[in-house]
């Protein structure tokens, strides 16, 4: 079993930064995929961004392309997500998501997750 647990999350104004963490606790995720997804009220859970362990690909959503970073700390078992330049619409939980596999990116939400964390809340005001 893998326990992913968010933190980061807070209020900040339009244009300003978030760093957001997700520290793995159990078995450890050496061998698997990490994402990041988002849901905003009303709005379905959607991709952020994603890292595969082996190689360390990352992939964006277009919406976040330029703005933010994912990367991954293998001796803290832990991932990040930096978030630059954050928008009112950037507004949402952000989860982490953990795969079954190590190199088949997490780009949706039909993605090979094994496990999610229980979300972090990002508000950005305008």
């Known amino acids: 079993q893998v326990q992913l647990v968010e933190s980061g999350g807070g209020l900040v104004q339009a244009g300003g930064s978030l760093r957001l963490s997700c520290a793995a606790s159990?078995?450890?995720?050496?061998?698997?995929?990490m994402g990041w997804f988002r849901q905003a009220p009303g709005k379905e859970r959607e991709f952020v961004a994603t890292?595969?362990?082996?190689?360390?690909?990352?992939y964006y959503a277009d919406s976040v392309k330029g703005r933010f970073t994912i990367s991954r700390d293998s001796a803290k078992n832990t991932v990040y997500l930096q978030m630059n330049s954050l928008k009112p619409e950037d507004t949402a939980v952000y989860y982490c998501?953990?795969?079954?596999?190590?190199?088949?990116?997490?780009?949706?939400?039909?993605?090979?997750?094994?496990?999610w964390g229980q979300g972090t809340q990002v508000t950005v005001s305008s």
């Open positions: 998501a953990a795969g079954r596999s190590s190199e088949r990116p997490l780009v949706s939400t039909n993605s090979d997750i094994a496990y």
């Open positions: 890292i595969t362990w082996g190689t360390g690909r990352t």
């Open positions: 159990g078995r450890t995720f050496s061998n698997r995929a």
